[in-house]
């Protein structure tokens, strides 16, 4: 049997919570495949600032580097939110984890699940029967990361400086990740620029249209980043992978997540050259809620089975989980965020949906 | 009475149409206020390029100096995008015009008009009421403008560089242009930054609160860009004015507007330090429409509307022109672009809806 090295990072917030539940969602992979998740704890964010005096300790470094990926929880609170930004929970362990790491390809399913489709604040005739957006963001470049970056001067003559860079091997990786992605779904890709002001933006669409040749199956287009906010609420069906530089990929992946009304059921993964991968929910910590026992665990689950997918090629496994939790909504399981009233619908908490998953599995 | 010099730039594809309203809209207030507009007609965007060799003819820039406002259509259309970026009607006309004339608060209403929620892709529930939201973007500055802008090198060892650099003059402007529009409405502003990964937006975060101190009568908020994304498709009427930088403003200010559903209702101001301005509707040319006589001229009536308030001070005539657009909207009369076969609504022409504005004035 296989054996891989996965450090957790249960985080702040609800974090430990849904992650038990994708922890027993593991637990049932081993039972049923003929592999071994060892599995090795590990503070962040709050709780790295809190035991161990910040965000990203370097135990926590040293635990995923020696792993094979790493499954994150959520992190952040108000008990934090005075720190200076970069001491923060959220920036100070994401950032630094990406670039330690190289996770340069952040993927994030903005997908309706039929059932669910009125829990978006969008009109049912414009998601009727649902919609599934991939956004392919890059990760460790343009402005979150370019030099130089900081503030300088005196009082008022101060002036703050960020830098947005590109070079051309970091968009060709990132535009592979999309066109391959494209090609295992509804092969057509959307590159977002703002190619009629920004310079990065030109080289970008240059790149990408070079890229797209070695991908004739797929459809390439291009859009400003502008008009696809608005397309995205226009029309979401237009969409299937939407390929992003980094800040653009931060605004429209989370514009996307919100249209689909479920954002505690959707995963991320953010992926390095190689195997290598964290995968994380793309909601919050939501501290209001946490230790109540009635957080939404899917996003989390959702989670583990990306890592499944895209660092252990257990490709089976991860397709199980997917039925498995597209089963328990069609059986009418909600947890509280998602809970309507409607006839069939079955209130549960964080551990029953987990079970009801596993048992599904 | 006073007279007052305004350049018309009518432009591209639906420009010229919706502009003639609009001039029959300042035909009427002449009549009924002491008041005279000279108006002198240039080319701009694909009508400069066609006629004059480039999207601003130095023509058209002499006679906007020679005025104290510029009314503009919109530019744009398939014939001119083969052009490079920086010689495309949109971009070459735009941020030329926005650096020369100092252009820099831009202010993008997105309204709800309660009679048309239903072109809304929210739903009912979302926006029952309608909502009132102003943008106001900072724009000559960030981004778009500040150097080094370029791509260096070849081949594959290109790079692309853009920077975004404000300073603290241009962000106290800009803040009290949002704290004086929200004292004459909400009384709210809600800044939008991301102070946890840019430079420039811990210095605007700083500069923000400076300046709030001297509006104690309005609430200031703050709100990271990716979730400024999300609240607005969420729950748009929180909002009341929303301050940004120039990229953010230009990519929230579009995904509100078009959360309203009726772009072509929308008008926009951009304004320089004085009375000096530029006014246009926030839709685009509509080149498929063109010709047609079908359009919708509302954004660019209010644009006119706009102008009169802003750089001639003739609060009652603009007054008077909003209201004169709501009740012909009251009274069910509907350009296509809005029809929705509902009782008691009348399709009618880019003319007929202009004679009706006029009738109400
Ligand atoms: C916390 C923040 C630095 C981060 C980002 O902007 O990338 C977050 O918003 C995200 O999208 O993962
Ligand atoms: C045409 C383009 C340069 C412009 C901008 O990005 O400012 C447009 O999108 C706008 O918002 O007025």
Redesign the pocket.
Known sequence: GQLFKVAVLPGDGIGPEVMAEALKVLDAIEKRYDVKFERTHANVGGAGIDLEGRALPETTVNICKASDAILFGSVGGPKWETLPPDEQPERGALLPLRKIFGLYANLRPAIIFPSLTSASSLKEEVIAGGFDILVIRELTGGIYFSQPKGIDGEGRERVGVDTMRYSVPEIERIAHVAFQAARKRGKKVCSID?A??LSTSVLWREIVINIAKEYPDVELSHM?V?NAAMQLVRWPKQFDVILCENMFGDILSDEAAMLTGSLGMLPSASLAEGTFGMYEPSGGSAPDIAGQGIANPIAQILSAGMMLRYSFGMVEAADAIDNAVARVLDEGYRTRDIYQEKAGEKLVNTKEIGDAIIANL
């Open positions: 703002k009629n002001v400003y502008d």
